[in-house]
């Protein structure tokens, strides 16, 4: 069925897995002659694209034309099936030939939760058709054989499949074997990459918890840390529970790589206050994020009650606080923890971006306690060029204040005599959307009228300043001012690099940006984050003439299809773009040095 086949608002039928293959004669065993599921391929390929792909909750990439989406087809093709010449499929062609290189799988339809939003709370009844199987007791009961299994696997690895996904209403730990089938797989096919998306909730045994470690990837369900409300949703949940096994599976993960745990996420109304929680136990323990909105299948206790909103369906009132959450937590997790990665999925972020910036272009709303911030806050309009900002460089330390142009100034007027302790941010807002900041000594001083904040005496590179304003007690022995200049500051270090180009379209809008202004590009570092990149669709944009990496050992060896090269090699070299998730700047700086001191570098 289509990914989003288990919402319950994807119109028609599309098959019966054993009826269609697994009982049906050999002539007939085909999975994809189903007359809707080809429509809806058709449609996706020619543009006619159905209104509940429309309004996906999992694509986190920015629209495409239909040539470009063509194009990427084609790509794929080419690069998982080789039995496929891509290059010589007509358009008519991509709709009969397929790749496959991930499947969303459950053996099973049982779980051990009946999450208010998911078909799990429908009623069951003991009838129904196959247009109505999320109401009936039947499918619930429902679960393939591991002969069944195996033989749906058979069908699908010589279409060049490479993960497989233990995804959809089930929970795959409630099947009897689970364990044991994991442990075929990983000997059937040591190729294939195991990603499983569970609630966490049973109690786990030791060896349960080792049995984890056979995954590639463990997607845990969660949307809060705040007891009532997690299992006020997620009926039949336990807090403690799922905390328990979470540390216990980052004990027995130890130093490995695998598996990388990550979070699924589903935002709505009564988590959003309580989010930062959950991202700070994540950044903290090296836990991954995905967020998507929420959805409700029909029928849901959810549906029928309406016990939840979703976050873009909470009111114009509140929207600033809210963007001010889900735009600050990504940039909260990654200052605080550089190697973990975080994502919006689907076009939530983009909405939310919009409606708040049309009530104010503020990236916060000041505390009560933030009582000089608040008195210019309403000064901003949409569009606005000053404005209210923060810069993080933990999660829970940031810098926040006015933030402005170049040669810009702002009166900042007091009834009262006040104490503040003002902090100048010197900004370069880098072409590759992060930024530079170095950050100037601070003085405590008295506002008796009113502040004049100057920005006209920047030098490049700089482009802003971000003054950073703190209310403090009240001191008659201090000095009153009524301009601050930055002639009078001093900057306290080098600088300090602060990565802000952290979400997947982010990182697409970039890529655009790179392709369409050089003919070729050189990556730096021949590691995880180039492979990262490498697999980003937009990234076929690129002209890659090779990957420079210091590592001698790693010259002249093929990194994903592409070269391995010293940095002697790229001389001639116009941009290069910065793998690195620890040290880019670093990295930055030793090119800056070098004989390549003249390339753009750009920092992903």
Same mark, same amino acid.
């Given at each position: 069925?289509?990914?989003?086949?288990?919402?319950?608002?994807?119109?028609? &039928?599309?098959?019966?897995?054993?009826?269609?293959?697994?009982?049906?004669?050999?002539?007939?065993?085909?999975?994809?002659?189903?007359?809707?599921?080809?429509?809806?391929?058709?449609?996706?390929?020619?543009?006619?694209? @159905?209104?509940?792909?429309?309004?996906?909750?999992?694509?986190?990439?920015?629209?495409?034309?239909?040539?470009?989406?063509?194009?990427?087809?084609?790509?794929?093709?080419?690069?998982?099936?080789?039995?496929?010449?891509?290059?010589?499929?007509?358009?008519?062609?991509?709709?009969?030939?397929?790749?496959?290189?991930?499947?969303?799988?459950?053996?099973?339809?049982?779980?051990?939760?009946?999450?208010?939003?998911?078909?799990? #709370?429908?009623?069951?009844?003991?009838?129904?058709?196959?247009?109505?199987?999320?109401?009936?007791?039947?499918?619930?009961?429902?679960?393939?054989?591991?002969?069944?299994?195996?033989?749906?696997?058979?069908?699908?690895?010589?279409?060049?499949?490479?993960?497989?996904?233990?995804?959809?209403?089930?929970?795959?730990?409630?099947?009897?074997?689970?364990?044991?089938?994991?442990?075929?797989?990983?000997?059937?096919?040591?190729?294939?990459?195991?990603?499983?998306?569970?609630? &966490?909730?049973?109690?786990? #045994?030791?060896?349960?918890? #080792?049995?984890?470690?056979?995954?590639?990837?463990?997607?845990?369900?969660?949307?809060?840390?705040?007891?009532?409300?997690?299992?006020?949703?997620?009926?039949?949940?336990?807090?403690?529970?799922?905390?328990?096994?979470?540390?216990?599976?980052?004990?027995?993960?130890?130093?490995?790589?695998? @598996?990388?745990?990550?979070?699924?996420?589903?935002?709505?109304?009564?988590?959003?206050?309580?989010?930062?929680?959950?991202?700070?136990?994540?950044?903290?323990?090296?836990?991954?994020?995905?967020?998507?909105?929420?959805?409700?299948?029909?029928?849901?206790?959810?549906?029928?009650?309406?016990?939840?909103?979703?976050?873009?369906?909470?009111?114009?009132?509140?929207?600033?606080?809210?963007?001010?959450?889900?735009?600050?937590?990504?940039?909260?997790?990654?200052?605080?923890?550089?190697?973990?990665?975080?994502?919006?999925?689907?076009?939530?972020?983009?909405?939310?971006?919009?409606?708040?910036?049309?009530?104010?272009?503020?990236?916060?709303?000041?505390?009560?306690?933030?009582?000089?911030?608040?008195?210019?806050?309403?000064?901003?309009?949409?569009?606005?060029?000053?404005?209210?900002?923060?810069?993080?460089?933990?999660?829970?330390?940031?810098?926040?204040?006015?933030?402005?142009?170049?040669?810009?100034?702002?009166?900042?007027?007091?009834?009262?005599?006040?104490?503040?302790?003002?902090?100048?941010?010197?900004?370069?807002? %880098?072409?590759?959307?992060?930024?530079?900041?170095?950050?100037?000594?601070?003085?405590?001083?008295?506002?008796?009228? %009113?502040?004049?904040?100057?920005?006209?005496?920047?030098?490049?590179?700089?482009?802003?300043?971000?003054?950073?304003?703190?209310?403090?007690? &009240?001191?008659?022995?201090?000095?009153?001012?009524?301009?601050?200049?930055?002639?009078?500051?001093?900057?306290?270090?080098?600088?300090?690099?602060?990565?802000?180009?952290?979400?997947?379209?982010?990182?697409?809008?970039?890529?655009?940006?790179?392709?369409?202004?050089?003919?070729?590009?050189?990556?730096?570092?021949?590691?995880?984050?180039?492979?990262?990149?490498?697999?980003?669709?937009?990234?076929?944009?690129?002209?890659?003439?090779?990957?420079?990496?210091?590592?001698?050992?790693?010259?002249?060896?093929?990194?994903?299809?592409?070269?391995?090269?010293?940095?002697?090699?790229?001389?001639?070299?116009?941009?290069?773009?910065?793998?690195?998730?620890?040290?880019?700047?670093?990295?930055?700086?030793?090119?800056?040095?070098?004989?390549?001191?003249?390339? #753009?570098?750009?920092?992903?």
């Amino acid at each position: 069925m289509p990914c989003c086949g288990d919402t319950g608002k994807v119109p028609g &039928f599309y098959g019966n897995l054993k009826r269609d293959f697994l009982y049906a004669k050999p002539k007939d065993k085909n999975i994809f002659k189903n007359s809707n599921y080809k429509k809806l391929r058709k449609d996706l390929l020619t543009g006619n694209v @159905p209104d509940f792909c429309k309004s996906c909750r999992i694509v986190e990439e920015d629209d495409i034309n239909i040539k470009d989406f063509q194009q990427r087809v084609r790509q794929h093709l080419h690069l998982n099936n080789k039995a496929i010449d891509a290059t010589k499929l007509s358009d008519d062609d991509l709709l009969t030939n397929f790749s496959i290189k991930e499947v969303l799988l459950s053996i099973n339809n049982k779980c051990n939760l009946r999450c208010v939003y998911c078909p799990q #709370s429908i009623p069951k009844k003991r009838e129904g058709s196959e247009y109505d199987l999320f109401s009936t007791i039947d499918f619930y009961k429902a679960e393939l054989s591991e002969g069944e299994f195996f033989e749906i696997l058979e069908l699908l690895v010589p279409f060049g499949l490479e993960i497989i996904n233990f995804v959809g209403i089930a929970e795959l730990t409630v099947y009897k074997h689970w364990k044991s089938l994991a442990k075929k797989l990983k000997s059937r096919y040591p190729h294939l990459r195991l990603c499983v998306v569970t609630n &966490f909730s049973l109690p786990y #045994s030791e060896e349960d918890i #080792s049995s984890f470690m056979m995954f590639d990837l463990v997607n845990i369900s969660i949307d809060t840390l705040d007891k009532n409300i997690l299992e006020k949703v997620r009926v039949g949940a336990n807090l403690d529970t799922i905390l328990k096994n979470i540390q216990n599976l980052i004990k027995s993960k130890g130093n490995a790589s695998k @598996p990388t745990i990550s979070f699924n996420v589903t935002e709505y109304d009564l988590m959003i206050e309580h989010l930062p929680d959950l991202g700070r136990f994540a950044a903290q323990n090296g836990i991954h994020i995905n967020f998507s909105n929420l959805f409700t299948a029909k029928g849901t206790v959810a549906d029928k009650t309406q016990c939840l909103k979703s976050i873009v369906q909470m009111s114009d009132t509140v929207m600033p606080k809210v963007w001010e959450t889900i735009n600050s937590l990504p940039r909260r997790m990654k200052a605080e923890n550089p190697k973990i990665d975080i994502h919006h999925l689907g076009p939530m972020y983009d909405i939310i971006r919009e409606r708040a910036e049309k009530i104010s272009p503020n990236y916060f709303v000041p505390s009560v306690e933030e009582e000089t911030l608040t008195a210019v806050h309403n000064k901003f309009a949409q569009g606005s060029k000053i404005y209210l900002r923060d810069i993080y460089v933990r999660f829970d330390q940031s810098y926040r204040g006015v933030y402005m142009p170049r040669n810009k100034n702002l009166c900042i007027s007091e009834q009262d005599c006040k104490t503040i302790i003002i902090t100048p941010i010197l900004v370069e807002e %880098r072409d590759d959307q992060n930024l530079n900041i170095n950050v100037c000594e601070s003085l405590k001083c008295n506002i008796e009228d %009113r502040l004049r904040l100057d920005t006209c005496h920047i030098k490049q590179p700089f482009t802003h300043v971000l003054f950073d304003i703190k209310d403090t007690a &009240f001191q008659k022995n201090l000095p009153s001012l009524e301009q601050i200049s930055l002639k009078n500051f001093k900057p306290l270090s080098d600088g300090q690099f602060i990565r802000e180009n952290l979400l997947p379209q982010q990182i697409d809008r970039l890529i655009d940006k790179v392709a369409k202004k050089y003919k070729e590009v050189f990556l730096w570092g021949a590691g995880a984050r180039s492979e990262f990149l490498l697999k980003v669709p937009a990234t076929s944009k690129l002209n890659i003439a090779g990957i420079i990496d210091t590592d001698s050992k790693r010259w002249g060896q093929i990194f994903h299809g592409i070269e391995v090269i010293s940095p002697d090699q790229a001389e001639n070299a116009e941009a290069i773009v910065i793998c690195n998730v620890i040290s880019p700047e670093k990295i930055e700086r030793s090119i800056k040095s070098s004989n390549l001191y003249g390339v #753009s570098t750009y920092i992903v």
